[in-house]
C-alpha cells in the first residue's frame, strides 16, 4: 500500500468544522492509546509466558506508540491556536514538528528491531521454542494494528492532519512488526529460528522508508516548499476566468504546514480607476479562498497590463 498523498488535496475539500475536528481528534488519541495500552499488554504476557522473545521486542514496539500518538495529540493542539504576537502568522507547522518527532520514533524503532535481527544471526543466538500463544498473539496484534491503521488514516483525512497521518503509518509498522512476529515464531516452531531475525531485518527497512516518507513530507512543508504543479494550474485557470485579468504575470504558492500561501500578480486594463481595479482583485481574491477553503493567505497585486497601456510602454522604451 503506498503513502503518497497529495500534499495540498486537503485545499480542495471544505474542512470540518472546529467542534467535530476536536471530537476526531479525541476519539482517534483513544484508541491510538487505550489500542496501544491493551495490546502492549496481551503481547507481553504472551511473550512472557510463550518464552517468545520476538513477541515481548513487539509488544516494547506498541508502548512505542503510545507515545506516538501522544505526540501527535499535543502537535494537532498547538497547531490550532491561533496567531499571538510572538507567532503572526499561526502555529500550524507545529505539526510539521510532530510528525518530524513521530519519524524520528520510527527511525528509532526500526533500527532496534534491524539491530536485534543481525546480531542474532551473527551471534547465531538460539531462540527457545515459542507457545501456541505467542502465535495468537501475533495474529490478533497484526489484525488490530492493520484496524488502527485504516481508522487513523481515514480521520487524518477528515481534518487534514500530517500528524495523524504519520501515526497512521506508525500503526502500519507495527502491524509489519507482528508480521515479522508471526513469521519467526512460525518458523521456530517449523525448526527454522532464524526466520525471525531475517524477517525482523526485512521490517526494519520497511519502517525505515516509512519513516524518510514523512519526514520529507514535514520538512517540505517546513521549507516553503512550492505545490504541486496540476494545482497551481488550476490556480490560475480559475484567476484567469474572471473577465477583467487580461493575464497573470506571476504566480507562486508555497506550503505552510497543512495551509497554503498564495501570491499573485495580475494585469488589468490601465484605463480603469483605482477602485475598479481594487474590485477585481478582491474578486480574484475571495474566489480562490472560497473554492480552496485551506489556503491560509491569498496575496492579489495588481500590474498595468502592457499591451494596451501606452503610459507603460512609454516609460519602458525611455528605460532601454
Not at 522473545?53 to 513487539?58: E, F, K, L, N, V
Not at 482583485?281 to 499591451?307: F, G, W
Request: charged content about 20%; proline content about 2%.
Amino acid at each position: 500500500m503506498s503513502r503518497k498523498e497529495d500534499n495540498v488535496s486537503g485545499t480542495m475539500k471544505q474542512p470540518v468544522s472546529q467542534e467535530e475536528a476536536n471530537r476526531v481528534i479525541a476519539q482517534v488519541s483513544a484508541v491510538g492509546i487505550g489500542g496501544n495500552v491493551a495490546l502492549s499488554a496481551f503481547k507481553l504476557f504472551a511473550g512472557i509466558f510463550g518464552k517468545s522473545g520476538a513477541m515481548i521486542s513487539d509488544a516494547v514496539h506498541s508502548l512505542s506508540d503510545v507515545f506516538a500518538t501522544f505526540i501527535a495529540l499535543v502537535g494537532v493542539k498547538i497547531a490550532d491556536k491561533g496567531a499571538d504576537k510572538g507567532h503572526p502568522y499561526g502555529h500550524e507547522r507545529m505539526e510539521c514538528v510532530a510528525a518530524l518527532l513521530l519519524s524520528a520514533i520510527l527511525i528509532a524503532t526500526g533500527a532496534s528491531i534491524g539491530y536485534t535481527g543481525i546480531k542474532n544471526i551473527v551471534e547465531k543466538v538460539e531462540i527457545a521454542t515459542p507457545g501456541v500463544i505467542a502465535l495468537v498473539a501475533a495474529v490478533v496484534s497484526i489484525v488490530a494494528k492493520e484496524a488502527m491503521f485504516w481508522y487513523t488514516l481515514a480521520c487524518a483525512k477528515k481534518i487534514n492532519s500530517a500528524a495523524f497521518r504519520a501515526d497512521a503509518w506508525h500503526h502500519r509498522s507495527d502491524a509489519l512488526s507482528s508480521i515479522g512476529a508471526l513469521i519467526g515464531i512460525a518458523g521456530a516452531r517449523m525448526g527454522f529460528p532464524i526466520l525471525d531475525s531475517v524477517a525482523s531485518i526485512v521490517i526494519c527497512l520497511f519502517i525505515f522508508k516509512v519513516a524518510y516518507e514523512i519526514c520529507t513530507d514535514a520538512v517540505n512543508k517546513m521549507v516553503d516548499k512550492a505545490c504541486p504543479e496540476e494545482f497551481e494550474k488550476e490556480l490560475r485557470q480559475l484567476i484567469s476566468s474572471d473577465k477583467e485579468v487580461v493575464q497573470i504575470d506571476r504566480l507562486s504558492t508555497r506550503m505552510f504546514g497543512e495551509k497554503v500561501y498564495v501570491d499573485a500578480e495580475i494585469a488589468l486594463d490601465c484605463s480603469m480607476t483605482l477602485m475598479d481595479a481594487h474590485d477585481v482583485a478582491q474578486r480574484v481574491h475571495d474566489s480562490i479562498e472560497r473554492t480552496y477553503p485551506n489556503i491560509k493567505h491569498v496575496m492579489v497585486h495588481m500590474n498595468p497590463a502592457h499591451n494596451n497601456c501606452p503610459h507603460v510602454e512609454k516609460n519602458e522604451k525611455k528605460k532601454k
